[in-house]
């Protein structure tokens, strides 16, 4: 099995919602984000999915890191996915850039559970569930 090496970020809004995205002729919806360059740092990564994806630019004081987590891909056939991941704030209307066909700001709850990435779904959630509650400056 081939792993995919990305960085994304988890972005909220002042509602507490999440910004989730997803790709042309695909179902899942997961973060904006994506596949590391050669030499990229993490950090680096994102900052660049997000400009390209969502048109934002975030620095590195409002996007503190979240944590590296690991799970199956959810657009790619046997392929695991190696994710750094980034938390920040963000008010504002995005259109989608790039690959994406939709953005949405929405509660993690109204997400149909069939329809989210699997390590957004299983790792990511309750990881940033649990930062958030412990951490009152992140909204």
């Known amino acids: 099995m081939s792993t995919l090496h990305i960085a ?6 002042k509602q507490g919602r999440l910004l989730v995205v997803r790709k042309h002729n695909t179902r899942f919806w997961m973060l904006p984000g994506g596949k590391a360059e050669s030499g990229e740092t993490p950090f680096a ?8 994806e969502i048109g ?10 979240l944590g590296h987590f690991e799970a199956v891909a959810a657009n790619e056939a046997d392929h695991q996915v190696s994710a750094h991941i980034f938390y920040g704030h963000y008010d504002g209307q995005l259109t989608p850039l790039a690959e994406l066909a939709e953005v949405k700001w929405t509660y993690p709850a109204h997400l149909p559970e069939a329809d989210i990435a699997p390590i957004l779904k299983e790792a990511v959630l309750p990881a ?3 930062r958030l509650a412990a951490d009152t400056t992140a909204i």
């Open 128 to 130: 940033l569930m649990t």
């Open 45 to 52: 990564t994102m900052q660049r999915e997000v400009l390209e």
């Open 8 to 13: 994304a970020v988890c972005l909220t809004d």
């Open 56 to 65: 934002i630019q975030v620095t590195k004081e409002h996007t503190p890191y």
